[in-house]
């Protein structure tokens, strides 16, 4: 997905000077804003479920888990 921000000319700078010639911009902003969902603990599990797992209480990984020892011989 696009988005359009507005950074002070100041950050752009300095991205520029950390990113260098190896990474876009955009990859480097990609990548802060991970950072920063990944110091958010327990707040992206809780988003709402919709269609048939909204009922569930189960992790989805868990269960894909499961399903997958079923196929073991």
Known sequence: ?????????????????IRG?????????????????AQQPGKLDTLPA???????HIDSLAYEDSLRDEWQR
């Open 1 to 17: 997905m696009r988005t359009i921000i507005d950074l002070p000319q100041e950050q752009i700078d300095a991205l520029d000077q």
């Open 21 to 37: 010639n190896e990474r876009s911009r955009a990859a480097l902003i990609r990548e802060a804003v991970a950072l920063y969902l």
């Open 50 to 56: 919709f269609g048939i797992w909204r009922d569930r």
